[in-house]
């Protein structure tokens, strides 16, 4: 810490922590912007931020009906990869591993990126292979990855159960380096302060109640807050994604699923990486505060409400304890889950409508944390010039009309 945040955070407790500069404005909404984004997760925030930083539109708000990163955002297990099989997603993912390299220092806040390592376990032959193919697939797009065997993992993850007369015994893994973990809520504020400081306005405790539309066009949006004219919509609101996008009269391929997570009580580090098992759905890496991060696999019943089954994160302990006998002793301190909507081929939909004005960014299931800064990215340029980047045209929501699907249920890490 420097002598000038020390001298600050004396100062501010002397005074009764009063006189904060606050980090983003809360400003009452216009009647009229040339375009709101509807979601102030990370993805909105980021493309709000980028809409205003690259595209130059600055009279534009972001519209959230609870806090900013309150969603998914907030809830996830903070893993960032982009070893996807498929040259479309592997290139999309990658946009955002690049940014995510240089983002504390673009948006000039801690975002505390940890590229400490991502390794997915492989218990069966097949296993293997798939790993194979996709560590083979990364490197042949420029994204690092090996595949690394059982004894190489007895010394990089010291305290993994490697028998072999375990239920799903352990034969080897992928690795990505690059990949690791980040801090969610940061990443929603770093991108809050970054948008409000161009001019976007970021209004809280506004929820969207209605899509206006004539002739085939946006209007506006009604809120809780009064109407608000604007030609462009822009929906970035991950398990509600269906609700908004029904508000316009347009229908997604999606299904809202709660996915939960769960962190035990703090302990000395043990696991300085992050390591995932599709096959027995479970995940887990150990924070900077010391509490196991573990996530499970999707509860598979349609539901909008931020909480799950417990036969869920039964069985998802269950398989952390059989990777990681030690663990059995923590004590889990809490529980939660999210809303996640998922698409057939398990891949976001990052999209103009057939709404004119209307555009959605959905789809990113269990996995869209990693892609937070590259979503944003691509979906600013989306929204501003009306037409997609490269990088997402492949993700538009024509490939369920053509059949391009791009099945990613391989790399998408949690079973579903
Ligand atoms: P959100 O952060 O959910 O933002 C959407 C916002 O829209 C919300 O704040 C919501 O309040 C708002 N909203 C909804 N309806 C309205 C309305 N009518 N009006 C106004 N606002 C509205 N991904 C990874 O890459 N790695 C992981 O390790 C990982 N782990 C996960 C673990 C769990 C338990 C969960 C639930 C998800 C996990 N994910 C992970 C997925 C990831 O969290 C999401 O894909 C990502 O955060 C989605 O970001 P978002 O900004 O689109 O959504
Ligand atoms: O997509 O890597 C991922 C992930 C890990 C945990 C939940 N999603």
């Avoid at 984004?37 to 609870?66: D, F, S």
């Avoid at 000395?268 to 995932?276: A, E, F, T, W």
């Amino acid at each position: 810490m420097s002598r000038y945040s020390l001298f600050n955070l004396f100062r501010h407790g002397l005074s009764g922590h009063t006189g904060w500069k606050p980090a983003w404005r809360y400003p009452e909404p216009k009647p009229a912007y040339d375009a709101v984004i509807v979601g102030g997760g990370g993805h909105g925030l980021a493309t709000a931020y980028y809409m205003a930083k690259l595209h130059g539109m600055r009279n534009i708000a972001v519209v959230e009906k609870g806090w900013i990163g309150g969603g998914n955002t907030g809830r996830n297990t903070t893993i960032v990869r982009s070893n996807y099989l498929w040259d479309e997603s592997a290139q999309l993912y990658e946009k955002a591993m690049t940014l995510w390299e240089g983002l504390s220092q673009e948006l000039n806040f801690n975002v505390m990126y940890s590229p400490r390592g991502v390794f997915n376990l492989g218990h069966t032959l097949q296993d293997m292979r798939d790993i194979e193919r996709r560590v083979n697939a990364n490197r042949l797009n420029g994204i690092d990855g090996e595949v690394v065997s059982r004894e190489q993992l007895a010394t990089m993850i010291p305290y993994l159960n490697l028998s072999p007369k375990a239920r799903y015994p352990v034969l080897g893994a992928s690795l990505q380096r690059r990949g690791g973990t980040a801090r969610h809520d940061a990443v929603a504020w770093g991108y809050a302060r970054g948008a409000d400081a161009l001019g976007v306005d970021i209004i809280q405790q506004c929820e969207v109640t209605g899509i206006g539309r004539e002739d085939g066009a946006v209007t506006g949006i009604q809120t809780t807050r009064g109407f608000i004219r604007t030609p462009k919509v822009a929906v970035v609101a991950a398990g509600h994604s269906s609700v908004l996008a029904g508000m316009a009269g347009v229908r997604l391929p999606l299904e809202s699923h709660p996915l939960q997570a769960l962190v035990s009580e703090p302990m000395r580090p043990v696991l300085d990486s992050v390591v995932m098992s599709n096959a027995v759905h479970g995940y887990v890496s150990q924070s900077d505060k010391g509490e196991l991060v573990i996530g499970a696999g999707i509860d598979g019943y349609n539901g909008y409400a931020q909480r799950g089954s417990f036969h869920t994160i039964e069985h998802c302990l269950a398989a952390i304890v059989e990777l990681f006998p030690a663990f059995s002793r923590a004590r889990m301190l809490r529980q939660w889950g999210g809303i996640v909507d998922v698409a057939p081929d398990a891949c976001p939909i990052i999209s103009k409508t057939p709404v004119r004005g209307l555009f959605i960014n959905c789809g990113w299931g269990t996995g869209g944390f990693k892609a937070t800064p590259g979503s944003g990215w691509v979906f600013a340029h989306t929204v501003a010039k009306d037409a997609p980047h490269p990088l997402n045209a492949p993700f538009d929501l024509g490939r369920f009309a053509t059949g391009h699907l791009i099945d990613e249920h391989g790399a998408a890490a949690v079973a579903h």
